[in-house]
């Protein structure tokens, strides 16, 4: 097993381990908003995915310009990892939201400018699942990276333009939180539980890309010496 | 040869085929026009609701038509292989992308007339000779959004197995910008601008048309090569 797996299970651990500190804090410790009341915990799971599912599409982004830069094969394997993680959490997200949704504006989804977060989100998850798409219908391993790095760079644009729906559609979502605009209450389970998703993350990726690299091992050998090499595993 | 030569030489090409066969434009059209029609037909006989929703309606028609479009633009290229000898003569990829698009542009451009002709008849839309030249104007910068992203795209589906499915899938979620700007400033140029908004509405045209041109023609290379 190399370090980079090693490591990453580290990282999913250290995730785990911190994401049960958070959501004791979030759930329990913490005390009810003053507007929302028990409403607010869903924060704590809600902004750290928000945080993370971008940061997964950043990751994709900088793996996708290396690989055409490089063309090394690394950085394809940490592009998958990372686009599939970042629609995990996108879809998550989305879910989360309409929950919140429900309970603060009485709606699971507005589909006006009102909200312009929850629709540009919705349309980053739909890109990024027809880059996924568009991969797995390519039988050539080469062609194959070099498409899923063009597409992720067409994508990574309209991550950007989510990023910044609610300044240039104000509405209903918050721009943002900053340590200054957060109560001091508030900010413990918030970072910890970023950093939960962040490690849990790292842990994803690095066990798709792990997958990705053998699959391409046995993409690269003859039919014989693929089913030994499966039996050998 | 310069770029803007290379450029022109594909364009001119593109155009060429296009004039002599006349299919794709011939189909195209029916296509919008029989679109358009289907949606008059599942609104039913609401003319107040269809002029409320024409703005909307004319821009999904011609979302729908640049799948048509794009598709067709090439498939000719794979016809026995004919992109591997653009490959192999002494042209940047740039310029084959960029001479696809504009031929795209135009293409789609030219559906204009006809179809927002179609639209005004079918949906009894209310406009004037001004209303109609801003609608033209607006509906060429929304098919020059359209055409970028979706140049590169075909050029990739059109490559592989599923190629039908795969360039709306990839398509039109990245184009959502282009629908929701061209719908709000369609429905501007219909039914007056009192606010003053369209000039944001084709800044958001425009900077979407000017970033996937730009970052295109980068890309290009590493969709074709082999």
Redesign the interface.
């Known amino acids: 097993m190399s370090w980079t797996l090693r490591a990453s299970h580290w990282s999913g651990l250290l995730g785990l381990a911190l994401l049960l500190v958070g959501s004791y804090i979030g759930l329990f410790a913490s005390p009810p908003g003053r507007h929302m009341n028990e409403v607010i915990r869903i924060l704590y799971v809600h902004v750290p995915t928000a945080w993370i599912h971008m940061v997964c599409y950043l990751i994709a982004f900088l793996c996708g310009l290396a690989s055409l830069w490089s063309g090394r094969r690394r950085w394809d394997y940490a592009l998958i990892g990372a686009v599939e993680t970042g629609v995990v959490l996108n879809v998550l997200l989305l879910i989360q939201g309409m929950i919140w949704g429900r309970a603060t504006w009485e709606a699971k989804w507005g589909w006006s400018w009102a909200d312009a977060r929850l629709t540009t989100s919705l349309m980053t998850v739909l890109i990024y699942a027809g880059i996924l798409a568009l991969g797995s219908f390519v039988d050539e391993p080469e062609r194959r990276s070099r498409w899923m790095a063009v597409t992720n760079t067409m994508a990574f644009l309209a991550v950007m333009f989510n990023y910044y729906a609610p300044q240039i559609f104000p509405g209903l979502h918050q721009v943002g939180f900053t340590p200054e605009t957060v109560d001091a209450s508030f900010k413990m389970p918030l970072r910890i539980n970023a950093f939960a998703m962040l490690f849990l993350a790292i842990w994803l990726i690095g066990q798709r890309a792990f997958l990705e690299h053998r699959r391409r091992q046995l993409e690269d050998v003859e039919p014989p010496t693929r089913l030994a090499m499966l039996e050998e595993s | 040869m310069s770029i803007g030569r290379q450029i022109g030489t594909i364009l001119m090409k593109d155009l060429l085929l296009e004039w002599r066969s006349r299919a794709r434009i011939l189909s195209v059209v029916l296509f919008g026009i029989v679109a358009l029609s289907l949606f008059a037909f599942a609104a039913g006989a609401d003319t107040p609701m269809l002029q409320r929703y024409g703005p909307a309606y004319l821009v999904l028609t011609l979302l729908l038509s640049s799948t048509l479009a794009l598709t067709e633009g090439f498939r000719v290229e794979n016809e026995d292989r004919a992109i591997e000898g653009l490959l192999l003569l002494p042209v940047d990829p740039a310029a084959i992308f960029y001479g696809k698009a504009l031929g795209n542009t135009l293409f789609l451009a030219l559906l204009g007339p006809v179809l927002v002709g179609a639209a005004i008849v079918f949906y009894a839309l209310e406009v004037g000779p001004v209303a109609v030249a801003k609608l033209l104007g607006l509906w060429a910068l929304a098919a020059a959004g359209l055409s970028a ?1 979706g140049t ?2 075909a050029a ?2 059109s490559q ?3 190629q039908e499915v ?1 360039l709306p ?2 398509h ?3 184009v ?2 282009v629908l929701l700007a061209a719908v709000k400033s369609f429905d501007l140029a219909l039914n007056g601008d009192p606010m003053a908004q369209m000039t944001s509405w084709i800044s958001v045209l425009a900077a979407f048309s000017l ?2 041109w730009a ?1 295109g023609g980068v ?1 290009f290379r ?2 074709i ?1 082999e």
């Open positions: 992203p590169l795209y990739m589906t592989i197995r599923g795969l899938i990839v039109y979620p990245l959502i910008p970033i996937y970052v890309l590493y969709v090569e």
